[in-house]
């Protein structure tokens, strides 16, 4: 709905004329684009030389193999830009004992996060033959694929990153594998010069975390977070 | 469509002007200069309310003027910059193209306008009650502050990078961008917002409604690097003042290759 300008009545020669048709240019508001002077760079369209490396790039290898006493083997394979189930992950939620939240918002959130690491277990009972070779870390039909381990951030691609929902099952805790993931983490966003890189551990965790090359509150910086009056 | 008066400090008033033509990006707004005893000699006493326009479109931001801007409230895109020993000021310049990439990755951008009013001479009457009859718009107005925000769509969010010129602060316009940013967040449904602060933004972000986690979580951030760590070689990865180290790469079992043969 636009609305006409009022124009000063006695004010009738060429200058105001062209102030006027400056004024109704000016309540266009419809077409901004038409607005940014030619000179101006255009915005928000990142340059294709850094498109390519934008996203860290998926992989996918067996961090720990382990044979058992009755030839089973277990293998704890870790992935990062595969697809995660959000059923398993609130199992393993529900395991290490978080509070549940509404499965359609982790799936965005996994969905939207800039990296996902996972850990499988994947265990091939004896007998299934083909596990001496290479490929044999591809699950196949009696082989058990479970989800032990799970590590996310959301970035800006840039400068900023944070690190949530880091959870490795209770049964497989005490290895190492809590490690390997934010180390797997902290090394893909450095390599894309991602400098600040920040999380908000429980009280409980501080100390892994501190083990890993994190400082709480380093030169006073806290985080806050909002809470609606 | 009238005025609607916010309630807020007892500085600053800021009257909401609900045009015709406002769409869901942007909007004008005025705010009232905070009013300063003695030191208003030069400023003409008409002169007391100042126009703003509120956008949260991204084509409206000149990628340059943002980085002006950066440089104007001696802001740095890195938590530890390098500073000047000497005044405080940010050594690097922001880069434009990295820049480029993070705010097409901030789903929230508010970038916040105003006209310059410092008229010159009365000779130009005129020429400024025509140009005080304008609407402040993005071409014709210049970038005073700014904020975004970081998100996974989904649960949580971050708000990084609000600022306002210097000349301008003290008037309610930051508390207006974390409040418009934090609007967006919560129309999408989020509302696990938090912000890095330091310590002189503290009280900014607890005036606009932040606080100390109520789960009593520690904030960490990683910050080893050459200075704090030796040990033999590690690759290292400059951000702002730091040298940080990259865990080194973690070779994958032994006698079997990866399926994706990368990093």
């Known amino acids: 709905m ?45 340059p294709s030389t850094l498109e390519e490396e934008e996203e860290p790039m998926p992989e996918e290898f067996v961090l720990i193999e382990k044979t058992q006493q009755d030839g089973e083997i277990e293998q704890i394979i870790f992935s990062s830009g595969g697809d995660v189930d959000v059923y398993d992950l609130q199992a393993l939620c529900d395991k290490v004992g978080w509070p549940r939240r509404p499965l359609s918002k982790l799936a965005a959130a996994l969905k939207n996060s800039y990296m996902v690491a996972t850990l499988h277990s994947v265990k ?4 299934s033959g083909t596990y001496v070779l290479r490929r044999s870390y591809l699950t196949e039909g009696n082989d058990q694929k479970k989800l032990i381990g799970l590590a996310r951030a959301t970035s800006d691609h840039a400068f900023n990153a944070t690190i949530w929902d880091v959870l490795v099952d209770p049964s497989y805790q005490g290895q190492g594998l809590g490690k390997a993931l934010v180390e797997k983490i902290v090394r893909a966003l450095l390599q894309r010069d991602i400098g600040n890189i920040s999380l908000f551990a429980d009280s409980q965790v501080v100390e892994f975390y501190r083990n890993l090359g994190f400082e709480p509150d380093p030169e006073g910086i806290k985080g806050m977070f909002w809470y609606p009056r | 469509m009238g005025l609607v008066g916010v309630g807020s400090a007892a500085q600053s008033q800021i009257l909401a002007v609900r045009s015709g033509y406002s769409s869901k990006f942007m909007e004008l707004r ?43 409230c001696n802001h740095s895109c890195h938590r530890f910059p390098k500073l000047d020993p000497k005044d405080g000021k940010v050594e690097e310049a922001v880069d434009i ?57 989904g649960l ?10 210097p000349s301008l602060r003290g008037m309610g316009i930051g508390r207006m961008i974390v409040k418009r940013i934090i609007r967006m967040l919560t129309s999408r449904d989020i509302y696990d917002i938090a912000a890095l602060c330091s310590q002189e933004e503290r009280l900014f ?18 910050t080893k690097n050459v200075a704090t760590h030796d040990g033999g070689d590690h690759m290292v990865r400059r951000a702002g003042r730091k040298l940080l180290l990259v865990p080194p790469l973690r070779e994958p079992w032994p006698y079997l290759k990866p399926i994706s043969s990368k990093s």
């Open chain 1, 2 to 46: 636009k609305k006409k300008p009022i124009v000063c009545h006695h004010i009738i020669n060429f200058a105001s004329f062209i102030t006027c048709i400056l004024i109704l240019r000016g309540f266009t508001f419809t077409s901004p684009g038409s607005f940014l002077k030619n000179n101006t760079t255009q915005v928000m369209d990142p």
């Open chain 1, 124 to 127: 091939k009972s004896p007998g």
């Open chain 2, 30 to 72: 005025w705010v009232r200069r905070k009013e300063r005893s003695g030191s208003n000699l030069n400023l003409k006493p008409s002169i007391s309310m100042i126009p703003i326009y509120i956008s949260t479109n991204p084509s409206h931001i000149n990628l340059q003027d943002l980085k002006q801007l950066y440089t104007s």
């Open chain 2, 97 to 153: 193209d990295k820049l480029s990439v993070a705010l097409s990755h901030s789903p929230v951008l508010v970038s916040l306008f105003s006209r310059n009013l410092n008229l010159e001479s009365s000779n130009q009457m005129l020429k400024n009650f025509m140009q005080r009859m304008m609407p402040v718009t993005p071409s014709n107005g210049q970038l005073v502050g700014f904020g975004r925000a970081v998100s996974d769509a």
């Open chain 2, 156 to 165: 949580t969010a971050s708000i990084h990078d609000v600022m306002v010129i």
């Open chain 2, 205 to 222: 972000f607890e005036a606009c409604g932040f606080g100390d986690d109520i789960l009593s979580s520690t904030t960490m951030m990683y």
